[in-house]
Every structure is written in C-alpha cells, then in structure tokens.
C-alpha cells in the first residue's frame, strides 16, 4: 500500500503562486506515476496534472497549462504542484494521486492522499 499525504493549501488572492506538496510512504516511489486532481464544492474530481515515474512525461489540464508545474523528486519520495498566477476557479481541495500509468483518468490511479484546500479569492 502506498500512503500520501498533501500539504500546502491555503487561502490566496488572485494572482498569487501556492506550491503543494505531497509526501508518499515506501521506497518505490519512482515505479509510480503521481497526479494531482481537484475537486470544487458540487462539482466533479477533475484531472490536473501528472507525471510520469522519473519525471520525463507530464501532462496537464487546459485549465492549468503554462500555470502550474508538476515535479517530483524520488529522493524525498515527494511530488509537487507549483501553482502561479491563481484564479477563483482553481479553488478546490487537491488530491495527490499514485498510479501504475501516466494518464488522466480518475479510474486509472489506485492511492489517494486526503487533500488539501486551496481557496483563491477575488
């Protein structure tokens, strides 16, 4: 079993960067493709970002592209989201995710941390 842990969150104006964190258990971090969806209060979890085991493959939603950056250093056994330029629309609890293949389904990934929330004020 794999077990995340996202940190990070907080409440930000519009415009201003946040840069999430989330912390996997084990030492098989880098066989796993990490993820990062959100989810809005009413609204579905919806795709963000992932990345692939050593870091070489990453993909993003619409939404977020050439805002926010996926990373992860497989020697802290970590994967990052680096968030700028923030809208209210971003405002959602984020999960970190672990899969076996890097893509963008929901149903794809097997490890979901607990969130954590990030409101964007106007």
């Known amino acids: 079993q794999v077990q995340l842990v996202e940190s990070g969150g907080g409440l930000v104006q519009a415009g201003s960067s946040l840069r999430l964190s989330c912390a996997a258990s084990?030492?098989?971090?880098?066989?796993?493709?990490m993820g990062w969806f959100r989810q809005a209060p009413g609204k579905e979890r919806d795709f963000v970002a992932t990345?692939?085991?050593?870091?070489?493959?990453?993909y993003y939603a619409d939404s977020v592209k050439d805002r926010f950056t996926i990373s992860r250093d497989n020697t802290k056994n970590t994967v990052y989201l680096q968030m700028n330029s923030l809208k209210p629309e971003d405002t959602a609890v984020y999960y970190c995710?672990?899969?076996?293949?890097?893509?963008?389904?929901?149903?794809?990934?097997?490890?979901w941390g607990q969130g954590t929330q990030v409101t964007v004020s106007s």
């Open positions: 995710t672990a899969g076996r293949l890097t893509v963008t389904t929901i149903n794809s990934y097997d490890y």
């Open positions: 084990g030492r098989t971090f880098n066989r796993y493709a």
């Open positions: 990345i692939s085991g050593y870091g070489a493959t990453t």
